[in-house]
T-cell receptor
Framework: DAGVTQSPTHLIKTRGQQVTLRCSPI?????VSWYQQVLGQGPQFIFQ???????GRGNFPDRFSARQFPNYSSELNVNALLLGDSALYLC??????????????FGPGTRLLVL | QKEVEQNSGPLSVPEGAIASLNCTYS??????FFWYRQYSGKSPELIMS????GDKEDGRFTAQLNKASQYVSLLIRDSQPSDSATYLC???????????FGSGTRLQVQP
């Protein structure tokens, strides 16, 4: 079975531009979470979606937005890019949000460089 | 105080030794704990999850949880050079959907 897929793998943008990152979860998984990982740090939570509804949002500005489609794939959009948005963007897939036993599996990530 | 704290390392151990990685967390009500391994330039890969106090073993890996001390650890027995990576501790705090990660501990296994 295919794992979590993300596209593109790498991206270079300039300040002020907009970017869209894509994620397809593991087959049968209905929940997608997005994380940002800056070099030398652990991943930081951006959004979680389940059944096309936002279930959680991290401490990120409104320039960050996301959505989930009927096939459970997801897009993360970042507007007005800043140099500080340069990071590895990770998508994590889980079967469904559950209080205790929800396990998240990460995709390969999209490495974004903002110049 | 950070929500999840790990020693950044590097932790250097000889091949065949036991590597011990530690993590403390601040939310006493946390119920779910995970260890991920991340090779340089790659994404995190799940190693183990643990939900109850005590030990949980999977092959060469043992996760240990002590909720009273708010402490979770990962032991790697018979460490191999291929275990050299950054190990991320992740906690799901009370009432939250997302995982909170530590900054990771870099492990170096010397041949």
């Amino acid at each position: 079975d295919a794992g979590v897929t993300q596209s593109p793998t790498h991206l270079i943008k300039t300040r002020g531009q907009q970017v869209t990152l894509r994620c397809s979860p593991i087959s049968g998984h209905k929940s997608v979470s997005w994380y940002q990982q800056v070099l030398g740090q652990g991943p930081q939570f951006i959004f979680q979606y389940y059944e096309k509804e936002e279930r959680g949002r991290g401490n990120f500005p409104d320039r960050f937005s996301a959505r989930q489609f009927p096939n459970y794939s997801s897009e993360l959009n970042v507007n007005a890019l800043l140099l500080g948005d340069s990071a590895l963007y990770l998508c994590a897939s889980s079967a469904a949000p559950r209080e205790r036993a929800e396990t998240q599996y990460f995709g390969p990530g999209t490495r974004l460089l903002v110049l | 105080q950070k929500e999840v704290e790990q020693n950044s390392g590097p932790l250097s151990v000889p091949e065949g030794a036991i590597a011990s990685l530690n993590c403390t967390y601040s939310d006493r009500g946390s119920q779910s704990f995970f260890w991920y391994r991340q090779y340089s330039g790659k994404s995190p890969e799940l190693i183990m999850s643990i939900y109850s106090n005590g030990d949980k073993e999977d092959g060469r890996f043992t996760a240990q949880l002590n909720k009273a001390s708010q402490y979770v650890s990962l032991l790697i027995r018979d460490s191999q050079p291929s275990d050299s990576a950054t190990y991320l501790c992740a906690v799901r705090p009370t009432g939250r959907r997302a995982l909170t990660f530590g900054s990771g501990t870099r492990l170096q296994v010397q041949p």
